[in-house]
């Protein structure tokens, strides 16, 4: 079996970036990914779809230097859906990826711009068992 998943949007925060106990670097951050279309009676419609995004070693190094809130952000990895009930008792659900290539888009000057520069970077496998903090 095989899953690739692919995501272009908007950083919903600046990157956060913390360690394993075994010193592995690992950085997290929203995307927010966007559909606009127009339905039957011509009305402009929009949906968001927020995804959580992890980054490993080097690459979550890389993340949490060049990414901030507002960056357009293409990123590739393996998707995990959780669902559970919070405390309020509404169903809750997420998308969580874990990235193995990044690609900024636009430059930090133009957060959420196609253009200016691009930089793309790839990631091995992700975390082993022994890595995660849980």
Request: glycine share 10%; proline share 5%.
């Amino acid at each position: 079996m095989y899953q690739h998943v692919v995501i272009v949007g908007n950083l919903g925060r600046d990157p956060e970036m913390r360690y394993t106990p075994s010193g592995i670097p690992v950085t997290s951050f929203s995307v927010a990914v966007s559909r606009k279309w127009k339905n039957q009676e011509g009305e402009l419609q929009e949906k968001t779809t927020w995804f959580r995004v992890t980054a490993w070693r080097k690459l979550a190094e890389l993340c949490n230097q060049y990414l901030e809130k507002g960056r357009l952000v293409l990123v590739e990895g393996e998707i995990d859906a959780s669902a559970w009930v919070g405390q309020d008792g509404e169903p809750r659900a997420t998308l969580e990826l874990t990235a193995q290539n990044v690609r900024f888009l636009g430059n930090r000057s133009s957060a959420g711009e196609f253009g200016g520069e691009t930089a793309a970077f790839k990631e091995g496998p992700g975390p082993s068992e022994d890595d995660l903090p849980f």
